[in-house]
């Protein structure tokens, strides 16, 4: 199976602040990498599709980069709306999600 | 618009069988792959189990292998999880969620495995 693993597991950071989330997996998975956002009580949220590729409707402070096994989300100015959960899910084979990283205010 | 509606979760005993469905509408339901995904309270997602657009093919986490069925019915645009000889650890928050990139889910189902 594929390990999806996500840093750091706990994120403060100010509204404003530029914030980079860490997602590496265990073996190649070339560009097959979602990154979602979960908040408290709901569903989670596809935010970005295939490393770098934008949901519709998502907002353009959300980007995404990688290949390969190392994968990074970026939140380019925090906002107070951004404090959620967020997890990577490699499908390249055997889906797997990473333990991911909660997002809050400091 | 897109909609995915869970149903049929519960507090069942260890063991015991539930059948969850998904209800999909705002698209072409047989043109897409479908899975599900579950979350245990507090605790981090896990993919569970996909079928293909038109059934022919289904893939499951290797600890529900031969306890979990995932089928549909096209024509209802509906998504079945059967879930067989239930354990403690499949309690958890079941969701539906639309394609292999999983970019629409549906609000979500408890089910709940306690004697």
């Known amino acids: 199976d594929i390990q999806m693993t996500q840093s750091p597991s706990l994120l403060s950071a100010s509204v404003g602040d530029r914030v980079t989330l860490s997602c590496k997996a265990s073996?190649?998975?070339?560009?097959?990498l979602n990154w979602y956002q979960q908040k408290l009580g709901e569903a989670p949220k596809l935010l970005i599709y295939?490393?770098?590729s934008l949901q519709t409707g998502i907002p353009s402070r959300f980007s995404g980069s990688g290949s390969g096994t190392d994968f990074t989300l970026t939140i380019s100015s925090l906002q107070p709306e951004d404090v959620a959960t967020y997890y990577c899910y490699q499908y390249n084979s055997g889906p797997t999600f990473g333990a991911g990283t909660k997002l809050e205010l400091k | 618009e897109v909609q995915l509606v869970e149903s049929g979760g519960g507090l069942v005993q260890p063991g015991r069988s539930l059948k969850l469905s998904c209800a999909a509408s705002g698209f072409t339901f047989s043109d897409y792959a479908m899975a599900w995904v579950r979350q245990a309270p507090k605790k981090g997602l896990e993919w569970v189990a996909t079928i293909i657009y038109d059934g022919s093919s289904t893939y499951y986490r290797d600890s529900v292998k031969g306890r979990f069925t995932i089928s549909r019915d096209n024509a209802k645009s509906t998504l079945y999880l059967q879930m067989d000889s239930l354990r403690s650890e499949d309690t958890a928050t079941y969701y539906c969620?639309?394609?292999?990139?999983?970019?629409?889910w549906g609000q979500g189902v408890m089910v709940t495995v306690s004697s």
């Open positions: 969620a639309r394609g292999r990139i999983l970019d629409y």
């Open positions: 073996q190649n998975i070339y560009k097959y």
């Open positions: 295939y490393t770098n």
